[in-house]
C-alpha cells in the first residue's frame, strides 16, 4: 500500500529573542497569545510559572505545547485513542531514529495511522495542556523568541479550536449528577471510584471520591478513550455502547451512559465484581 509522504515540519532556524514580561497571573496568557496570533508570529513562547511550558506558533495557528509535567506524551494518547500496541508505537520510533522522520510522520509513513487520526491525536493532545497551563496559579513569565520553521497548516490549531471545552452542568443538572453518584456510593460504601465525566474530552463533572483532582481528571480522560475506542473498534454500526466494563488484578471498573444527561458517564470502580458494580450502576440510573 502506498503512504503519502508526509513533513509536519520543514526549513527553519532560528530568528530572535525578545526580554521576558511578568503576567500578574495566568489569565493574562489568552490575550498575549491571540496577540501573537493576530500579529502572525512565527516562533515559540516560553511560560515559566509553577512548572514550564512551551507554545509554537505559526502563520496565525499554534503548532504544538509542551507543558514539562504534563502527564502523557503523544504516544500513550494514541494508545488510549487509537488502540495502538506499545510494539507498533516502538517500531515507529525506530523507524523515526533511522529515517529522521518525526514521530507523527513515522507513524503515517509506516500505516500505523492515518493523517486524520494523527490530527485528532494532536488535537487532544495540545488542548489537554493549553487547558493544563491556563490553571496555573501566581505570577508567570513569557518570554518569546521567533524562528523560521514552517508546518503543515493540516496539522496546526486555531486557539479558538483549542479552547473549546463541554459546557458546564447547570446547577439542577449537577445536584441530580451529585444524587445519581451519592446513591451508587450508598449502596455501595467501598467504592474506590465514583464519578461523573464528560464523554467526548473527559471532562470531570462530579467526583466523590478523595483523590487529586488531577487523578480524577486523567481517569476521566482514561475512560472516555475507553468508551470511544469500544465505539469505534467494536460495536462499528451496532450503535453506541450504553456500559463498558473492565477487570484487571481484581480491580473492576464500569463505565456508564446516563440516559437523561447528555454525553455523561458514569464511572464506578473498586475491588467488587463486575456484576455488583453494573447492578449498582443500573439501579442507580433507574431512579
Known amino acids: 500500500m502506498s503512504v503519502p509522504k508526509l513533513r509536519l515540519v520543514y526549513g527553519g532556524g532560528?530568528?530572535?529573542?525578545?526580554?521576558?514580561?511578568?503576567?500578574?497571573?495566568?489569565?493574562?496568557?489568552?490575550?498575549?497569545l491571540q496577540g501573537l496570533l493576530a500579529a502572525r508570529f512565527n516562533g515559540e513562547v516560553l511560560f515559566r510559572g509553577q512548572s514550564q511550558?512551551?507554545?509554537?506558533?505559526?502563520?496565525?495557528?499554534v503548532a504544538w505545547i509542551r507543558v514539562d509535567d504534563h502527564p502523557e506524551h503523544l504516544g500513550a494518547v494514541m494508545k488510549r485513542e487509537l488502540g495502538l500496541s506499545q510494539a507498533s508505537l516502538g517500531r515507529a520510533i525506530a523507524h523515526c531514529r533511522d529515517s529522521g522522520l518525526r514521530f507523527g510522520e513515522g507513524l503515517v509513513a509506516l500505516g500505523l495511522v492515518q493523517p486524520a487520526e494523527l490530527r485528532s491525536c494532536l488535537f487532544r493532545h495540545i488542548?489537554?495542556?493549553?487547558w493544563e497551563l491556563l490553571t496555573w496559579a501566581g505570577p508567570v513569565t513569557a518570554e518569546t523568541s521567533g524562528?523560521?520553521?514552517?508546518?503543515?497548516?493540516?496539522?496546526?490549531?486555531?486557539?479558538?479550536?483549542?479552547?473549546?471545552?463541554?459546557?458546564?452542568?447547570?446547577?439542577?443538572?449537577?445536584?441530580?449528577?451529585?444524587?445519581?453518584?451519592?446513591q451508587c456510593r450508598q449502596r455501595l460504601p467501598s467504592l474506590e471510584v465514583a464519578c461523573v465525566i464528560e464523554e467526548e474530552e473527559g471532562t470531570l463533572l462530579h467526583p466523590t471520591t478523595?483523590?487529586?483532582?488531577?487523578?480524577?481528571?486523567?481517569?476521566?480522560?482514561c475512560t472516555a478513550g475507553l468508551h470511544r475506542l469500544v465505539a469505534n473498534r467494536v460495536t462499528r454500526h451496532d450503535g453506541e455502547p450504553r456500559c463498558?466494563?473492565?477487570?484487571?488484578?481484581?480491580?473492576?471498573?464500569?463505565?456508564?451512559?446516563?440516559?437523561?444527561?447528555?454525553?455523561?458517564?458514569?464511572?464506578?470502580?473498586?475491588?467488587?465484581?463486575?456484576?455488583?458494580?453494573?447492578?449498582?450502576?443500573?439501579?442507580?440510573?433507574?431512579?
Open 53 to 61: 511550558a512551551r507554545c509554537c506558533l505559526y502563520d496565525g495557528t
Open 210 to 221: 478523595g483523590e487529586e483532582r488531577a487523578t480524577l481528571d486523567l481517569l476521566g480522560l
Open 127 to 130: 488542548s489537554d495542556q493549553l
Open 14 to 32: 532560528p530568528e530572535r529573542s525578545e526580554a521576558a514580561r511578568t503576567l500578574a497571573s495566568i489569565e493574562e496568557a489568552e490575550p498575549l
Open 147 to 182: 524562528w523560521l520553521y514552517r508546518y503543515d497548516h493540516a496539522f496546526t490549531f486555531s486557539l479558538a479550536e483549542l479552547m473549546v471545552r463541554p459546557t458546564p452542568p447547570s446547577p439542577d443538572a449537577r445536584a441530580r449528577l451529585e444524587a445519581l453518584v451519592q
Open 244 to 287: 463498558v466494563v473492565a477487570d484487571t488484578a481484581g480491580t473492576a471498573i464500569v463505565v456508564t451512559r446516563i440516559p437523561w444527561y447528555r454525553g455523561g458517564l458514569l464511572v464506578l470502580g473498586g475491588r467488587q465484581t463486575l456484576g455488583r458494580l453494573i447492578s449498582v450502576a443500573n439501579s442507580a440510573l433507574e431512579r
